[in-house]
């Protein structure tokens, strides 16, 4: 089993930055990709970014492209969001997800466990 905690979110102004967290408890963490994925009110679950577990593969959606960086800390069984030069459209509840697979996916379904949601609002 694995338990994911995001921590880091809360209210920017536009421009603005924020670092997300997502703690791992569990003895392989170094074997999982780990996602970023958003969810906004009224709107489906949507990918943000994906790390391989050597953190040699990574990949953003283009909406963030260039903002928001992923990495990861194996030796603190930690993934982190940074988020730059953020947006009113970037309000949303950003969640961590581990694939015990290693795929470096963009697909909510490959995920096996998620963090419960941490929430990021933007103001103009």
């Known amino acids: 089993q694995v338990q994911l905690v995001e921590s880091g979110g809360g209210l920017v102004q536009a421009g603005g930055s924020l670092r997300l967290s997502c703690a791992a408890s569990?003895?392989?963490?170094?074997?999982?990709?780990m996602g970023w994925f958003r969810q906004a009110p009224g709107k489906e679950r949507e990918f943000v970014g994906v790390i391989s577990w050597s953190g040699g593969t990574t990949r953003t959606a283009d909406s963030v492209k260039g903002r928001f960086t992923i990495s990861r800390d194996n030796a603190k069984n930690t993934v982190y969001l940074q988020m730059n030069s953020l947006k009113p459209e970037d309000t949303a509840v950003y969640y961590c997800a581990a694939n015990i697979y290693n795929r470096v996916s963009t697909l909510t379904t490959v995920y096996d466990y998620w963090g419960q949601g941490t929430q990021v609002t933007v103001s103009s």
């Open positions: 569990g003895r392989t963490f170094n074997n999982y990709a």
